[in-house]
């Protein structure tokens, strides 16, 4: 018996070709499922789309479901940044936790150790943020030559449009990189003022 694409609804079509950019990228571990929340792909490789990509057939969440699909092919490339990212995850996830605490006891009872910690801390965070941001956008990169390469958005309109959410996107991780360098600069302020 012969598979037949035409029996499949847009949906099903989408999922389909999704899991043809991942297998035509040379990545085998293919695994998608429903994520109640966001968008991610997972260090133990899976493609975890929330239910408003996951069922939709929209650009936006092709878009989305695509640059995914790109995170994956960064890993199964072995991308720099990306191994660099997660290898540096756990030791940020406590330093986004523990800084700023550390540095305003530091501050407050004129412990420097306890400041320099914090201040150490937090120049993880921003350097996190400052790997991530080139990372999500060659992503982003990735998927929507995959798109294109695979046919599943054609027209410069469609091409234009999943650009335009992507673009968004990467927005919000540059507003994350502002963000902690604003904070930073904050810190830094904090303690001359301390001085």
Request: charged share 20%.
């Amino acid at each position: 018996m012969r598979f037949s694409y035409d029996i499949l609804d847009d949906r099903e079509k989408i999922i389909y070709e999704l899991r043809a950019l991942y297998a035509g990228s040379g990545y085998s571990h293919f695994r998608m499922s429903r994520f109640e929340e966001y968008d991610f792909y997972s260090r133990n490789k899976y493609l975890n789309l929330s239910e408003s990509v996951y069922g939709s057939t929209s650009i936006a969440a092709i878009g989305v479901a695509a640059h995914e699909c790109g995170h994956a092919v960064q890993d199964s490339e072995g991308y720099a940044l990306l191994r660099f990212r997660n290898s540096i995850v756990p030791v940020v996830n406590i330093g986004s936790r523990l800084s700023w605490p550390l540095l305003v006891i530091g501050l407050a009872i004129g412990v420097s150790g306890l400041y320099t910690a914090g201040l150490i801390m937090f120049l993880l965070v921003v350097l996190f943020h400052l790997v991530t941001l080139p990372m999500e956008i060659d992503a982003s990169r990735r998927g929507l030559r995959m798109l294109q390469e695979y046919g599943i958005v054609e027209s410069s309109d469609e091409v234009s449009a999943v650009r335009q959410v992507l673009s968004a996107a990467a927005l919000t991780y540059l507003a994350a990189l502002a963000m902690a360098v604003a904070n930073l600069l904050r810190i830094l302020a904090m303690s001359r003022r301390r001085n």
